[in-house]
T-cell receptor
Framework: GAVVSQHPSWVICKSGTSVKIECRSL??????MFWYRQFPKQSLMLMAT?????????EQGVEKDKFLINHASLTLSTLTVTSAHPEDSSFYIC??????????FGDGTRLSIL | SQQGEEDPQALSIQEGENATMNCSYK?????LQWYRQNSGRGLVHLIL?????REKHSGRLRVTLDTSKKSSSLLITASRAADTASYFC???????????????FGTGTLLAVQP
Protein backbone atom coordinates (compact mmCIF):
# COMPACT_ATOMS: atom_id res chain seq x y z
CA GLY A 1 0.00 0.00 0.00
CA ALA A 2 0.85 3.72 0.06
CA VAL A 3 2.04 4.04 -3.52
CA VAL A 4 2.99 7.38 -5.04
CA SER A 5 3.28 7.63 -8.80
CA GLN A 6 5.30 10.35 -10.47
CA HIS A 7 5.16 11.10 -14.18
CA PRO A 8 7.08 11.50 -16.40
CA SER A 9 10.18 9.73 -15.18
CA TRP A 10 12.47 11.48 -17.65
CA VAL A 11 12.14 14.66 -19.68
CA ILE A 12 14.52 16.24 -22.16
CA CYS A 13 13.46 19.55 -23.65
CA LYS A 14 14.74 22.78 -25.12
CA SER A 15 15.51 25.87 -23.11
CA GLY A 16 12.45 28.09 -22.69
CA THR A 17 9.98 25.21 -22.56
CA SER A 18 7.62 24.76 -19.62
CA VAL A 19 7.51 21.27 -18.14
CA LYS A 20 4.76 19.78 -15.99
CA ILE A 21 5.41 16.93 -13.55
CA GLU A 22 2.56 15.01 -11.95
CA CYS A 23 2.50 13.35 -8.56
CA ARG A 24 -0.35 11.03 -7.66
CA SER A 25 -1.11 9.07 -4.51
CA LEU A 26 -2.62 5.89 -5.93
CA UNK A 27 -4.18 4.17 -2.97
CA UNK A 28 -4.65 6.85 -0.37
CA UNK A 29 -5.79 10.45 -0.09
CA UNK A 30 -2.79 12.54 0.87
CA UNK A 31 -3.09 15.27 3.47
CA UNK A 32 0.02 16.92 2.16
CA MET A 33 2.33 16.59 -0.81
CA PHE A 34 5.93 17.75 -0.95
CA TRP A 35 8.26 18.63 -3.80
CA TYR A 36 12.00 18.13 -3.56
CA ARG A 37 14.94 18.82 -5.80
CA GLN A 38 18.09 16.70 -5.82
CA PHE A 39 21.38 17.47 -7.57
CA PRO A 40 23.72 14.59 -8.48
CA LYS A 41 25.26 12.92 -5.44
CA GLN A 42 23.59 15.40 -3.13
CA SER A 43 20.74 15.31 -0.66
CA LEU A 44 17.11 16.26 -1.17
CA MET A 45 16.22 19.90 -0.76
CA LEU A 46 12.61 20.69 0.04
CA MET A 47 11.15 23.14 -2.46
CA ALA A 48 7.56 23.46 -1.31
CA THR A 49 4.78 21.95 0.74
CA UNK A 50 1.39 21.58 -0.88
CA UNK A 51 -2.03 21.07 0.70
CA UNK A 52 -5.13 20.33 -1.35
CA UNK A 53 -7.13 23.42 -2.19
CA UNK A 54 -4.67 25.94 -0.81
CA UNK A 55 -1.59 27.73 -2.02
CA UNK A 56 1.72 25.95 -1.70
CA UNK A 57 4.22 27.04 0.92
CA UNK A 58 7.60 27.60 -0.69
CA GLU A 59 10.96 27.27 1.01
CA GLN A 60 13.27 30.25 1.16
CA GLY A 61 15.06 30.82 -2.11
CA VAL A 62 12.57 28.93 -4.27
CA GLU A 63 10.93 31.11 -6.89
CA LYS A 64 7.15 30.78 -6.81
CA ASP A 65 6.72 32.05 -10.35
CA LYS A 66 9.36 29.67 -11.64
CA PHE A 67 8.05 26.54 -9.95
CA LEU A 68 4.25 26.57 -10.09
CA ILE A 69 2.52 24.05 -7.86
CA ASN A 70 -1.12 23.08 -8.22
CA HIS A 71 -2.81 20.72 -5.81
CA ALA A 72 -6.27 20.24 -7.26
CA SER A 73 -7.29 17.10 -5.38
CA LEU A 74 -6.26 14.89 -2.47
CA THR A 75 -4.54 12.53 -4.90
CA LEU A 76 -2.86 14.85 -7.40
CA SER A 77 -0.28 17.61 -7.24
CA THR A 78 1.58 19.07 -10.19
CA LEU A 79 4.84 20.98 -10.45
CA THR A 80 5.35 23.13 -13.53
CA VAL A 81 8.85 24.40 -14.25
CA THR A 82 8.17 27.49 -16.31
CA SER A 83 10.51 28.70 -19.05
CA ALA A 84 13.06 26.09 -18.04
CA HIS A 85 16.76 26.75 -18.51
CA PRO A 86 19.80 24.44 -18.25
CA GLU A 87 20.33 25.40 -14.60
CA ASP A 88 16.89 23.94 -13.83
CA SER A 89 18.15 20.50 -14.89
CA SER A 90 17.85 18.27 -11.86
CA PHE A 91 16.08 15.30 -10.30
CA TYR A 92 12.68 16.31 -8.94
CA ILE A 93 10.96 14.06 -6.40
CA CYS A 94 7.53 14.31 -4.86
CA UNK A 95 6.19 12.71 -1.73
CA UNK A 96 2.81 12.40 -0.09
CA UNK A 97 1.60 11.52 3.36
CA UNK A 98 -1.31 11.27 5.69
CA UNK A 99 -0.99 13.30 8.87
CA UNK A 100 1.15 11.40 11.34
CA UNK A 101 2.42 8.89 8.80
CA UNK A 102 5.82 8.67 7.05
CA UNK A 103 6.14 10.30 3.67
CA UNK A 104 5.88 8.04 0.63
CA PHE A 105 8.00 9.04 -2.32
CA GLY A 106 7.54 8.89 -6.05
CA ASP A 107 10.32 7.51 -8.23
CA GLY A 108 11.39 10.98 -9.32
CA THR A 109 11.61 12.87 -12.60
CA ARG A 110 14.93 13.51 -14.27
CA LEU A 111 14.71 16.84 -16.07
CA SER A 112 17.34 17.74 -18.64
CA ILE A 113 17.16 21.14 -20.32
CA LEU A 114 19.25 21.56 -23.47
CA SER B 1 21.32 25.66 6.45
CA GLN B 2 19.28 23.35 8.63
CA GLN B 3 20.50 20.32 6.76
CA GLY B 4 21.87 17.49 8.86
CA GLU B 5 25.28 15.96 8.40
CA GLU B 6 25.94 12.29 7.82
CA ASP B 7 29.13 10.36 8.04
CA PRO B 8 30.76 8.67 6.46
CA GLN B 9 29.95 10.15 3.05
CA ALA B 10 30.79 6.81 1.50
CA LEU B 11 31.26 3.33 2.94
CA SER B 12 32.45 0.18 1.20
CA ILE B 13 32.17 -3.18 2.96
CA GLN B 14 32.09 -6.89 2.18
CA GLU B 15 28.90 -8.91 2.19
CA GLY B 16 28.14 -10.23 5.66
CA GLU B 17 29.78 -7.31 7.45
CA ASN B 18 27.87 -4.72 9.44
CA ALA B 19 27.47 -1.14 8.22
CA THR B 20 27.09 1.82 10.56
CA MET B 21 26.05 5.28 9.43
CA ASN B 22 25.81 8.35 11.64
CA CYS B 23 23.63 11.41 11.42
CA SER B 24 23.81 14.70 13.29
CA TYR B 25 21.14 17.37 13.22
CA LYS B 26 20.70 20.89 14.48
CA UNK B 27 17.21 21.50 15.87
CA UNK B 28 14.82 19.90 18.33
CA UNK B 29 12.81 17.19 16.64
CA UNK B 30 9.54 15.30 16.82
CA UNK B 31 11.11 12.25 15.21
CA LEU B 32 13.97 11.10 13.02
CA GLN B 33 13.59 8.85 10.02
CA TRP B 34 15.93 6.87 7.82
CA TYR B 35 15.38 6.45 4.10
CA ARG B 36 17.11 4.46 1.40
CA GLN B 37 17.56 5.58 -2.21
CA ASN B 38 18.70 3.37 -5.04
CA SER B 39 20.51 5.24 -7.80
CA GLY B 40 18.14 7.41 -9.83
CA ARG B 41 15.08 6.34 -7.89
CA GLY B 42 12.80 7.69 -5.20
CA LEU B 43 13.21 7.14 -1.49
CA VAL B 44 12.01 4.19 0.51
CA HIS B 45 11.11 4.69 4.16
CA LEU B 46 13.07 2.34 6.43
CA ILE B 47 12.37 3.25 10.02
CA LEU B 48 11.08 6.08 12.25
CA UNK B 49 12.27 6.75 15.78
CA UNK B 50 10.44 9.22 17.99
CA UNK B 51 12.22 11.80 20.12
CA UNK B 52 11.33 9.93 23.33
CA UNK B 53 12.79 6.65 22.03
CA ARG B 54 16.43 5.67 22.29
CA GLU B 55 16.63 2.55 20.15
CA LYS B 56 14.51 0.79 17.59
CA HIS B 57 14.87 -2.41 15.58
CA SER B 58 13.39 -3.55 12.30
CA GLY B 59 14.71 -6.77 10.82
CA ARG B 60 18.44 -6.24 10.15
CA LEU B 61 18.18 -2.55 10.96
CA ARG B 62 18.97 -0.99 14.32
CA VAL B 63 18.56 2.73 14.91
CA THR B 64 19.68 4.70 17.93
CA LEU B 65 18.82 8.26 18.86
CA ASP B 66 20.62 10.54 21.31
CA THR B 67 18.68 13.79 21.55
CA SER B 68 21.19 15.31 23.98
CA LYS B 69 23.87 15.01 21.29
CA LYS B 70 21.42 15.55 18.43
CA SER B 71 22.67 12.43 16.72
CA SER B 72 21.43 9.12 15.40
CA SER B 73 23.00 6.00 13.98
CA LEU B 74 21.77 3.34 11.58
CA LEU B 75 23.26 -0.13 11.80
CA ILE B 76 22.66 -2.66 9.05
CA THR B 77 23.71 -6.13 10.17
CA ALA B 78 24.82 -9.00 7.92
CA SER B 79 24.86 -6.75 4.87
CA ARG B 80 23.98 -8.00 1.41
CA ALA B 81 24.93 -6.76 -2.05
CA ALA B 82 21.29 -5.67 -2.45
CA ASP B 83 21.79 -3.20 0.43
CA THR B 84 23.97 -1.09 -1.88
CA ALA B 85 22.26 2.32 -1.99
CA SER B 86 22.37 5.81 -0.52
CA TYR B 87 20.99 6.18 2.99
CA PHE B 88 19.56 9.44 4.30
CA CYS B 89 18.44 10.51 7.73
CA UNK B 90 15.63 13.03 7.89
CA UNK B 91 14.32 14.99 10.84
CA UNK B 92 10.82 16.25 11.51
CA UNK B 93 11.66 19.46 13.36
CA UNK B 94 9.60 20.67 16.28
CA UNK B 95 7.59 23.76 15.54
CA UNK B 96 6.03 22.42 12.37
CA UNK B 97 3.08 20.85 14.16
CA UNK B 98 2.98 17.09 14.21
CA UNK B 99 4.95 14.17 12.90
CA UNK B 100 6.19 14.11 9.30
CA UNK B 101 4.80 17.49 8.44
CA UNK B 102 8.14 18.60 6.99
CA UNK B 103 11.42 16.73 6.63
CA UNK B 104 14.97 18.05 6.68
CA PHE B 105 17.32 15.57 5.04
CA GLY B 106 20.91 14.83 5.90
CA THR B 107 23.70 14.76 3.38
CA GLY B 108 23.53 11.00 2.90
CA THR B 109 25.87 8.03 3.04
CA LEU B 110 26.62 6.02 -0.08
CA LEU B 111 26.93 2.37 0.92
CA ALA B 112 28.55 -0.15 -1.39
CA VAL B 113 28.38 -3.81 -0.37
CA GLN B 114 30.84 -5.95 -2.29
CA PRO B 115 29.71 -9.54 -3.02
Amino acid sequence: GAVVSQHPSWVICKSGTSVKIECRSLDFQATTMFWYRQFPKQSLMLMATSNEGSKATYEQGVEKDKFLINHASLTLSTLTVTSAHPEDSSFYICSANLQGQPQHFGDGTRLSIL
Amino acid sequence: SQQGEEDPQALSIQEGENATMNCSYKTSINNLQWYRQNSGRGLVHLILIRSNEREKHSGRLRVTLDTSKKSSSLLITASRAADTASYFCATDPKGYGGATNKLIFGTGTLLAVQP
